[in-house]
């Protein structure tokens, strides 16, 4: 029997996924000689996961990615795990002979037969701005008897004190330590215990400072840590931040203890964390985060490759309501992908539909501005065909944005894949306003300018291409309604 794989099924446009095999979490990003590396979690033999390799991937716009050779492989030491990339710009590793160079930090995670296993922190470094890496042969630099789980470092330069941080994952806990060079480390402090939420393993944290409503004499450091998946939680797995003060050492956490707060309210972006070194004349702060769960990421249903990451998003810090708020947004780059559809304002749903109904899309990106009127529900249906949609809405009386995902195509691959997943937003002088990005297996929604985010996989049918707007149980304004397609990224194809 001949099996005919259709491996461009779901592949998305508009996303970064790998060409063949199983993609994890985002790794070593890193911002040198004008370019955005992208490092991942990568199993070059199969598309389930396996033994680690850091794939990577570079772009200048961080919309095109040119695939590289796979940088870091398995070794002595064990299997490449997750962690970051910094620019040591003054060669304080002395890896590179008094000049600027790339430094890998990352975890060898090895378990032999019979006893415990070992994860380590180690250094690569390159001297061809990323093309090739060498391990350094001093490797482990950082093991730890007390932890089992201790892994996922992420470096930053620390300014004010003039030193190496470095942030990882201790069990349910992270581990804060200081370097003079990369290569030697010394314990400061430890975080979390009793605080945030603790349904899973904690994995994969950062730690950025962003001025609070663009005011740079107004610092918070924002620390993500992503909670593993666990069989009693149906979420699986999902990141959570916290806002808080840090002074090279210690990181002092702002508000209550029992206090969670998820930097995404759906339930495919796992892992995230930010780029390092954009230049300070960028200012940015970005993240990419990879688009999947734990409690079902080996089962999703494409062929031949598996995984995408999220959309980059920008993050800031701002007042709403009196209270500081992480608010993301796709990076401006984006921008430059669309293809205008049709703007419209000041319409009625009747001629929405109308324009709506004319249009068979599958990549494309939804701007909209929404007059709550006296609909209980209202939204829009993305990749809808007779018998499958996606519905990105709201409900009024809860005040509650949502995906419902429940008949979004297939879902069958695993029981906590159907579902609807939400987030409370009120209006904004009467309005919600939506940004939608939809494509071949994802609808990502930014709404309330950033402040509200649900990031889904979605399975539809290639040929489910219609787009509805909807009010039940009564009517609503449509403000404005702006459309574009965006352009398939190098390498994927619009069908
Ligand atoms: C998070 C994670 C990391 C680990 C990597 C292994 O998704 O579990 O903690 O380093 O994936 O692939």
Redesign the pocket.
Known sequence: MVTIINKEKYRPHYHFSPKDNWM??PNGMVFFNGEYHLFY?YHPYGTT?GP?HWGHAVSTDLVEWEHYPIALAPDEHGVI???SAVVDWKDSSGFFVGKPGLVAIF?H?CHPAGSRAHQRQSLAYSLDSGRSWIKYEGNPVLENERFV?F??PKVFWHKPTEQWVMIL?SGQTVCIYNSPNLKDWTFASEFGEGIGSHDG?W??PDLFPLSVDGDPSKTKWVMFV?I?SSPEFSEG?RTQYFLGDFDGKTFVNDGEADTVRWLDHGRDN??GVSWSDIQEEDGRRIYIG?MSN?KYANQTPTEGWRSAMTLPRELSLESRNGEITLIQRPVRELEKQRVPVFSIKEISMEEARARLSELRLNSYEIVAELETGTAEAFGFKVRASADQETVIGYLSQSSELFVDRTRSGQTDFHEDFAGRHGVKLEPVNGRIQLRAYVDCSSVEVFAGDGQAVITDLIFPEPDAKGVEVYAAGGSINLHSLEIYTLRPIKGEVAV
């Open positions: 994890n979490d979690q996961w680690m795990f997750s962690g975890t995670h789980d892994r996922d994952a393993v994995e994969c992503s593993g797995s796992y892992a990879w734990w």
